[in-house]
């Protein structure tokens, strides 16, 4: 069979990485369990905030059965990173930090007067 | 005055990203005010997540006013993801979400028993 960019070997259509970047899409392809075709603002992003080639280098670095996680963290931090390009996912911890703070001081209050 | 890859133009030596990316520091470098020479793990792990080139996108793309936080927290995300490659920064947000949770029903607890 010939290949084509943008194709899947063997058929099928290509993942949402492969159909960004206009290459052919292998069978064994490292994004598309976590990146399918149906979903392509998810690359979009990834790929905006890390780079495809980083993305690609941090999933083949962990076992296959954390990359689903790792896909789905990263798409998370490059969201934040898009929505808020100032604090990304570092304005969330910031703002649930204050409210660990604020909750610890309101509880002790509380208990101080059982 | 002749200008050589890895020296500020000017004199003085190139900021840390110049440095691992072996160029020429200029005058106006975007990276130079946020990446000093004597802290180089900083931009080597944002370079190793995000990449030299996103980074400085990101920064340019900023009110100059801003860009000081905005490269403190990729500096702070980058780290997160070395240390966890798998959870990175989401790891600390779920971790203080469920802290969050924990104290509001502890809390709750603590005031109905007022």
Redesign the interface.
């Given at each position: 069979m010939r290949e084509v960019a943008g194709k899947r070997q063997g058929g099928g259509s290509p993942c949402a990485a492969c159909k960004l970047l206009r290459r052919r899409c292998a069978e064994d392809c490292v994004f598309a369990p976590y990146f399918p075709a149906d979903q392509p603002h998810k690359f979009a992003s990834v790929h905006?905030?890390?780079?495809a080639?980083?993305v690609n280098k941090?999933l083949q670095?962990?076992p296959v059965q954390?990359r689903s996680?790792?896909g789905a963290?990263?798409v998370?931090?490059a969201n934040a990173?898009v929505r808020d390009?100032?604090?990304?996912?570092?304005?969330?911890?910031s703002s649930?930090?204050q409210?660990?703070d604020a909750?610890?001081t309101?509880?002790a209050i509380?208990?101080a007067?059982?």
């Open positions: 905006k905030v890390f780079g080639s980083n941090l670095e962990l954390h996680d790792a963290t990263l998370y931090e990173r390009p100032l604090y990304g996912c570092v304005g969330a911890i649930l930090q409210q660990v909750l610890q309101q509880l509380a208990q007067y059982r």
